[in-house]
Structure formats: C-alpha cells, structure tokens
C-alpha cells in the first residue's frame, strides 16, 4: 500500500513541513499529554501502586526501564532483534573504550541507528495499514446509521454519535415499527476499539432483523437479550436505551437495559428516571419491563451515553452529571439540534486538547 499526500497531486516538501511544526505552539503540552498516555499504556497499575513508593530518580529509572521493556516485548523476534542490536551498536559510537578504531565505532554507530529507523518504518507501515483499514471500517458503520434525524409528527428529533477512535462502539439508530409507531435506539457496547464496533454492527443488525418480524419494543429486547448472551464473548455485553413513539401522540414508551437513565428536561426542572432493568447479554433469559412516560408540549427527553460524563480536561477532571444539568438548566426553549449541538460545543471547550475517554453520543426528543 502506497503512502498518499494529504494534497491530492501534490507532494507534501519535508522542508515546508518542518518549517510549520517549529511555528505551531503548544508543543511542550502536547508532549506532556503524550508522554502520559504512553505511562498509561505500558505502565501497569501495580507497577504504578510501586512507583508511587520511590524517590524521583528511582521513580524516572524505572519507568523508563518499563516503558521501554514492554515496547520491546511487544515486537516482532526479528524487529526486537534490530531494535536491541540497533541500540547496543549505537552506544558503541559513544563509548570512550581505548584501542578502538575510531572509523569502526562510527560505522558500527551508523548501522545501529539504520536498524532503529528500519524497525521505525515497518511499525509505522503497519500502524498506517491499520488505520486505514479502522477508518474503512468506520465508513461502513456510517452507511448503516440513520441518514438524517427521523421526522415524526408531533416531534422533533435529533440523533448524535462520535467515536473515540477511528471506530465506534456506541450505536444510535433509528426505524419504523408499524404505519405510525417509530423506533429510538442508543446503545453502548462493553469497551471501546474494535471489539466493541464489531458487536455494535451485530447488535444492530440482530435488532433490525428482528424488527421485521416483532412489532413490539419488549420482544424485541428480549429476543437481542439471547442472542448476545448465546454469541458473544463473556466479557462483552452492551447496555441500550430503546425507545417508542407514535405519530400525533405525547407518550414514550421506552426499555432500559442496564443503559444510563435518560432525563427529562421541563424548563429549569431535570428528573432523571429510574434505572433499568440488567444490560444486555449478562443473563440467559430475562423479562424486560417497559416504561411509559407522557412530555407536555417543549419537554425533553435525552438519552446519553458515558462518553458524555466521562469527558476529561487536561487536569484529569471528569465533565460529569453536574456539568451537564447545570447546563441543561440554563438551555432554555430551543429545537432538539441546537441543544444537542450546545451540549457538544460544552464538551469539547471543556476538553481542549485532551483526547476522548470513550464513544461519545446522545439522542434528544423533544414534544413539539
């Protein structure tokens, strides 16, 4: 697979590149928050409960040492072999030995950083296949939700979903039940990456396919419910709002399994309902309870999922319910989309440069 220039038809100068990564800022933040996620990721947490107990140097030494153990382990026999060999040939050019030829030590030098670079490129050829591929993945998942927000009368209605990565394992969707019933899903699958998008394409896929024959939200769940107990691993469940709605009518009619509980929003005044019933896939069989709820004209009814709460700022601090419903009480009358959309722009001002913890989605009715 070739590698392709952002600028179609146009190759992009290293030099023009260089030159705009020296005049971006923010470069020392950036490290930092990088330097973190790495800890994070090779750093186990009863490695860290170790390294909390020492001084800093004994702390720095460590970690390093760890840091570096794990990325190694994690290669390839023959890429760890270039990686080792390439660093002990490279510390011979700086070595102060007496008797060794100064020419040896620096081509001996040079090929130890060439094995480094090699190594280099064949993980970042592997990463770019990778991402292309995840990225290709998302495009299918994109094709198979709503295309637009679903118009129904007498409601209006606005549908969110962003992955954390380059795929998602949350799901929002939305179908017809009969002639004037619809169908409102959102639905949060176990983990995140891969694992969690390829269950979220088979949850909606059970869904859908059992909706052409079940016209009613509870056997619906039930029959899903058995489905991904029978089929999926034993550490993937999902938990899912489902939620049905009439044309003309003020009622919802709505199923939780194990899924946040939603809100209602009524002017200043947020009732979070009752929790639900257990999540998906947990229990073999399981009679699912559904719930009715009745909005006066310009209430709300919102569905999250934790991305939501879980959104962190640089300082490790979580967004939170408070956050949110102090800022679902200062919303004040608006359409579905333009609340959804101020929740968003909240999130994200609040995050900056901090990268997403989790999928991050929302579905919003709204009585009109």
């Given at each position: ?258 899924h946040i509980p939603p809100l209602i929003l009524s002017g200043e005044n947020i009732t979070e309902l009752p929790k639900g019933d257990p999540a998906l896939g947990l229990l073999k069989t399981f009679e699912f309870t559904k719930k009715e709820i009745s909005l006066k004209t310009g ?70």
């Open positions: 697979m070739k590698a392709k220039s952002e600028n179609s038809g146009q190759e992009t100068r290293l030099r023009d590149a260089l030159k705009a990564d020296i005049l971006k800022d923010g470069h020392f933040k950036t490290f930092r928050k990088e330097f973190k996620e790495i800890r994070e990721f090779y750093i186990s947490s009863e490695k860290d409960k170790i390294l909390q107990e020492k001084n800093f140097i004994k702390k720095w030494w460590l970690t390093s040492w760890w840091i570096f153990k794990e990325m190694v382990l994690r290669l390839t026999a023959l890429r760890r072999l270039l990686v080792v060999s390439g660093i002990l040939l490279a510390f011979i050019n700086i070595s102060n030995r007496s008797g060794e030829d100064e020419n040896t030590k620096i081509g001996l030098g040079f090929i130890g950083v060439i094995l480094v670079i090699i190594v280099l490129m064949l993980e970042l050829k592997d990463k770019i296949i990778a991402k292309d591929e995840l990225i290709a993945g998302r495009e299918i998942q994109k094709a198979l939700m709503p295309k637009s927000n679903p118009e129904i009368e007498g409601w209006d209605i606005w549908l969110y979903s962003k992955p954390a990565n380059e795929i998602c394992g949350d799901l929002i969707d939305h179908f017809q039940l009969t002639d004037i019933s619809h169908s409102i899903i959102i639905a949060d699958v176990a983990g995140k990456g891969l694992n969690a998008a390829l269950f979220t394409t088979k949850l909606q896929s059970a869904i859908r396919t059992l909706s052409f024959e079940y016209k009613d939200i509870k056997l619906i769940t039930d029959k899903v419910n058995k489905i991904f107990y029978r089929e999926s691993l034993k550490n993937i469940f999902a938990t899912m709002v489902i939620a049905e709605v009439s044309d003309s009518d003020n009622t919802i009619t709505y199923i939780n399994s194990g209430e709300y009814f919102i569905a999250y999922s934790d991305g939501v709460t879980d959104a962190m700022n640089d300082a490790g601090e979580f967004f939170e319910k408070t956050r949110l419903f102090d800022l679902l009480r200062k919303a004040g009358p608006q359409t579905s989309k333009v609340l959804g959309e101020n929740i968003i722009s909240w999130i994200e001002y609040y995050m900056q440069r901090t990268n997403p913890a989790d999928d991050l989605s929302i579905i919003i009715l709204r009585k009109i």
